[in-house]
């Protein structure tokens, strides 16, 4: 890896000044590209018939450039919207705003691992990419934004996992950290019954915790719609392990693992990046270094570029979640908001999947709602591409493999074009990879353990 902390960085001078620039000559062309717009100036405002106080922009032809390249769902920018609506989300296709925020990122990735505090994290993972595994039969739990995936899963010698049976189950609406962990154990207990030689875990937890070992770690905060106490410190494996203990079924939890470790992991050994794009937002990178993959809580990130691109219904959406002034980029890109900012932008309930899928060329979706949720769906894109440009520019890396899991990306077909529209970028989306990733950590664990 290349030193972060600037000395002969191929960014920041000297070395190859190619690296990295590809990338962001890319996420420029492709934010004027699928926006399919040259933004023009405020025009004097015209009322229209059945529309008072609203405005049309004129329509902007397609420049050379972009026709040359295959784009997928062109856009024509015609917003007719108030003024106010404008000038909030006229930000959103700043090229520079993106720029900004991917060097805003890759600075603060320097500093942190100068030793200075974030956000974003830099917390180890203690799993790298799997190398050596112990073929066997393995429990997986993967506690996600808003369902809890319970699977028994064999690997072979090979590494290849097969899902021999699986569960899937909302979060608990657990009043108590020991009832949460308690109402998951049941379930999973239900579908261990048969197997009755299982005894390691791996355990993927979708929420912000300082990792101490390869099994251990802390709770920092609870996220999305889960609203339990920090305090006193609670440890998810150990917590797991008691929940399992008290129901007579004793279980080990080989690998505690970040749900972008568990895609980073899943995706196989060149990958540079995992990556959550579901009920969340965030980001891993593996650091050749250490030889391990790093949870980054991108979703906690809020820097100058990012507070540009926020609205006041993004501040509303803040204030009505379970953690107001946290996440911030994770509530500008996870699919449990976008849904709600697009609520407060109409004045009617929306969403993701609406956000996702309203396009008024392919769907009965009228103009002003196909304009407003394409807004939010490009500067979700743009936020996430920017976060990738500032990590690839750590890694000192002009070309990267992310490995993504999450509902945005695998569903929802604008969205991810989107991103894929950036060739720089290998995009790799593995079957059910928190729960495959949580299986080959704890195979190669308990080939590293002997236990």
Not at 442 to 447: D, F, H, K, N, S
Request: proline share 6%.
């Amino acid at each position: 890896m290349h030193d972060l902390n600037g000395k002969n960085h191929p960014y920041e001078g000297g070395g190859n000044q190619g690296n990295g620039q590809r990338l962001d000559t890319e996420l420029h062309h492709l934010i004027q590209c699928v926006a399919n717009v040259n933004l023009p100036t405020k025009q004097p405002q015209k009322n229209l018939p059945g529309k008072q106080g609203q405005i049309s922009q004129p329509r902007q032809e397609r420049n050379d450039a972009c026709a040359e390249r295959p784009y997928h769902g062109s856009i024509v920018f015609n917003l007719l919207i108030t003024d106010q609506i404008w000038r909030e989300i006229r930000p959103f296709y700043d090229t520079q705003v993106y720029r900004t925020l991917a060097n805003e990122f890759f600075d603060a990735l320097t500093s942190v691992r100068a030793g200075l505090h974030g956000p974003p994290s830099y917390h180890r993972s203690y799993l790298g990419r799997p190398v050596n595994v112990f073929p066997g039969t393995y429990g997986a739990i993967d506690v996600g934004g808003s369902h809890v995936r319970l699977a028994v899963a064999s690997v072979s010698q090979n590494h290849e996992v097969t899902i021999i049976s699986s569960k899937k189950n909302p979060v608990p609406d657990a009043k108590t950290v020991p009832e949460f962990f308690s109402r998951i154990a049941e379930c999973f207990l239900i579908l261990l019954a048969p197997y009755s030689d299982v005894s390691n875990v791996g355990f993927t937890f979708s929420y912000p915790m300082q990792t101490l070992s390869a099994n251990r770690s802390w709770v920092q905060r609870w996220t999305k719609s889960v609203r339990l106490p920090t305090s006193p410190a609670i440890d998810p494996a150990h917590s797991l392990v008691q929940a399992m203990a008290q129901l007579g079924r004793p279980v080990r939890v080989a690998a505690l693992l970040n749900d972008t470790v568990a895609a980073g992991i899943a995706g196989g050994h060149d990958v540079d990046m995992g990556l959550v794009l579901g009920t969340g937002f965030n980001l891993s990178l593996y650091d050749t270094d250490l030889g391990e993959f790093i949870n980054l809580e991108v979703g906690q990130c809020n820097s100058p570029a990012l507070q540009a691109l926020t609205t006041s219904w993004d501040r509303r959406v803040d204030l009505a979640s379970a953690n107001p002034g946290h996440q911030v980029a994770e509530k500008q890109v996870g699919g449990l908001y976008l849904g709600q900012l697009a609520s407060e932008m109409l004045g009617k309930p929306m969403t993701a999947a609406d956000v996702a899928n309203c396009d008024a060329k392919v769907s009965p979706c009228p103009t002003e709602m196909a304009d407003l949720c394409r807004a939010i769906r490009f500067r979700a894109a743009g936020i996430t591409l920017s976060f990738i440009r500032g990590a690839a520019k750590a890694l000192g890396k002009s070309k990267v493999t992310v490995s993504v899991d999450g509902s945005l990306f695998a569903h929802y077909n604008a969205f991810r074009l989107q991103l894929e529209s950036v060739p720089d970028i290998m995009w790799l989306s593995p079957t059910q990879p928190s729960l495959v990733g949580a299986v080959l950590a704890a195979a190669t664990q308990t080939y590293t353990t002997g236990i």
